[in-house]
């Protein structure tokens, strides 16, 4: 069918970008990373407390409070949706999380006595299966996030509610749900695993907190995701074209569902890790974070019109915010001034690629 | 060059389509044969009816009578990926094309191509750029399949909506208003792609207001006014005055 070509196709009118005019040098994320390399270098010279081991480690275990949840907001936001819900959801899912995990290991609760029995001596409890009570208490605190995220894509992508009025509205149902089941009050894991749940949500592993692993090994994952799968793909297409996509046969709805779910299961997980950092959940946890793991991910050159951003962009925001906060303290100005200077640095990030992409 | 309109094989034959949307008769008793190869130019006021056969052609819409037949087979569209799947594409007057996406992923957008990664199947990039850019070669647009759309031409965006039909070797590509918004040079390069669809045997629907462009190109000229096909001419057999008063309704029929 295809004829054969008389002559290979010559690229005579058509200039070949620049490397500098192109990929990551050409983004907000390139200039932001750029502008927290020269705030390292500034604060390093400031504080002579900035680069030293223990505040790295600090920092580092600091903005991995809200990173993981900026990557599953980056996916949303990819798509030119907004989730507000975030911040409920990481304290309900920490709430049930350690809610469930003491229920069954308390013998005499209902349900307790498949998982834990009672020692010879009468007051050690015992699992039955190690393992199995974590195993089972993170699954209930993801798992009420997947439904969370089902009902927030359902509403979105079925029922063709906008993004910013659900999730307004789930941020306050899924708040209010964690004070009727907690009563208000805060609950904390316990019971025989819960030195294993602490382990695992605030140990140190090779010298580097453990969440900081986590996060790595996802925005790893959500690279790979974004560029070479053809749901990431899609979920770019969405956000560049959402009638194109659907126009190409994109399967629209799915997609929508899909980063809604993503979304809240990584809330979800960044809850219960606080949740084992903090050593409780109280019932007023993470309260406004959304606003945090928003704005994180805008600096970090996601556009809240859709169809740009990724995981090293949500990364360079956090620890951008983070840096400031930590170099404000050591600096020693008034805290006060920290949410103005993040919310100087937001309409900043934002203006300098308008203007860039006017010049290009 | 395949000889139009008395061919034998038609690729596309409508018979007595009508739609009726309530009250309003929008199609009435449009009959069309469409051969391999050949170009028509489907013209005619707003409100004439050439949307609604377009959707009806594409599967967007079941028509309320008639018969619709591909390669000589009575076929019925519950949703466009029917009519895809045998064969019809359409081109949008919007393109259709995501801004963010290179040329290579907007071409595949949809159908990409995996290679597999043990349990995973992951992009084949390499694999998609060479078929884009033999794509683009076949249609002579001097486009580069990594390049952002973002960044493109009209006529290189036309080009690149093209080849999306290209890659699943339709047989009948239906364009709305590809000219409508771009330069004259870049009208010349649609116009030449047109060509390049012909020269492979494709058969093209042209919907256009701009009389030049379908004289320069078609080979056959429809004017559709107040839902009823009002002429069916070969370009040679007729003029822009003529399809101008037949559009107008100054003459009622040829």
């Known amino acids: 069918m295809a004829t054969p070509l008389e002559s290979p196709i010559t690229f005579t009118n058509v200039g070949k970008a620049r490397w500098w005019q192109s990929g990551l040098f050409a983004s907000q994320t390139g200039y932001v990373l750029l502008a927290l390399v020269a705030l390292f270098v500034v604060m390093n010279f400031t504080s002579p407390y900035f680069l030293t081991e223990g505040n790295i480690q600090n920092v580092a275990k600091n903005f991995s409070f809200i990173a993981i949840a900026t990557l599953g ?79 927030n894509g359902f509403c979105i992508a079925v029922l063709g509610l906008s993004p910013f009025v659900t999730t307004l509205g789930m941020l306050s149902i899924v708040r209010g749900l ?23 949500t605030s140990g140190v592993v090779f010298g580097l907190p453990a969440p900081f692993i986590y996060l790595v090994v996802l925005a790893v994952a959500m690279a790979v995701v974004l560029h070479h799968t ?68 805008v600096i970090g050159g996601a556009n809240l019109a859709g169809g740009a951003g990724g995981p090293l962009g949500a990364i360079v925001g956090c620890v951008l915010l983070e840096v400031i906060r930590n170099g404000l303290v050591l600096a020693q100005v008034n805290s006060y001034w920290q949410q103005t200077l993040v919310g100087v640095i937001i309409i900043a990030a934002v203006l300098v690629d308008r203007l860039r992409s006017r010049m290009a | 060059m395949v000889t139009p309109h008395d061919a034998g094989l038609a690729v596309l034959e409508l018979k007595g389509i009508g739609k009726e949307f309530g009250a309003i008769r929008a199609l009435h008793g449009v009959d069309l044969r469409v051969s391999p190869g050949e170009v028509v130019g489907l013209m005619g006021d707003n409100g004439a009816g050439k949307s609604t056969l377009v959707k009806i052609i594409a599967g967007n819409f079941p028509p309320s009578h008639g018969e619709i037949r591909f390669d000589g087979k009575v076929v019925h ?27 290579a992923a907007n071409v595949f957008l949809g159908r990409e191509l995996k290679r597999k990664l043990g349990p995973f199947a992951l992009l084949d990039h390499k694999a998609m750029a060479a078929r884009a850019l033999e794509l683009f070669g076949e249609l002579r647009s001097e486009t580069r399949p990594h390049d952002l759309v973002k960044q493109m031409s009209g006529g290189q965006r036309q080009a690149v909506a ?11 590509v239906m364009m709305d208003e590809p000219t409508a918004a771009i330069s004259v040079r870049q009208v010349e390069q649609v116009l030449s792609l047109i ?4 020269e492979q045997g494709v058969a093209v629907m042209l919907i256009s207001h701009r009389m030049p462009d379908v004289f320069a190109v078609c080979d056959r000229v429809v004017v559709m006014r107040r839902g009823e096909k009002r002429a ?23």
């Open chain 1, 73 to 151: 907001v980056t996916f949303v936001i990819i798509t030119g949706g907004i989730d507000l819900s975030v911040g409920s959801v990481m304290c309900f899912s920490a709430m049930i999380t350690s809610m469930v995990m003491t229920q069954i290991s308390t013998p005499g609760l209902p349900g307790a006595g498949w998982f834990v029995h009672l020692a010879g001596d009468g007051k050690t409890v015992i699992a039955n299966v190690a393992g199995l009570i974590l195993l089972v208490s993170i699954l209930a605190g993801l798992g009420v996030a997947l439904i969370v995220g089902l009902v």
């Open chain 1, 178 to 200: 964690g004070y009727v089941v907690s009563n208000g009050r805060g609950s904390f894991p316990s019971g025989p695993e819960a030195d294993y749940f602490y382990t695992l």
């Open chain 1, 230 to 297: 053809s749901f990431g793909r899609h979920v770019f297409a969405v956000g560049g074209n959402e009638k194109a996509a659907a126009l190409t046969g994109i399967a629209v709805v799915r997609v929508k569902i899909g980063i809604y779910v993503i979304c809240a299961l990584a809330a979800g997980l960044q809850g219960i890790i606080i949740c084992g950092w903090l050593g409780s959940a109280p019932a007023n946890m993470a309260t406004s974070y959304e606003l945090n793991v928003i704005a994180a991910a």
């Open chain 2, 77 to 103: 569209f519950a949703r466009p990926i029917d009519a895809r799947a045998i064969g019809i594409e359409v081109v949008y007057q919007d393109l259709a094309l995501a801004d963010n996406l290179t040329a």
């Open chain 2, 162 to 172: 093209i080849a999306r039909t290209r890659l699943s070797n339709a047989k009948l």
């Open chain 2, 195 to 198: 060509h390049r669809l012909k």
């Open chain 2, 232 to 254: 069916d001419k070969a370009i040679g057999d007729t003029s822009p005055e003529e399809v101008t008063s037949l559009i107008t309704g100054a003459k009622e029929a040829a």
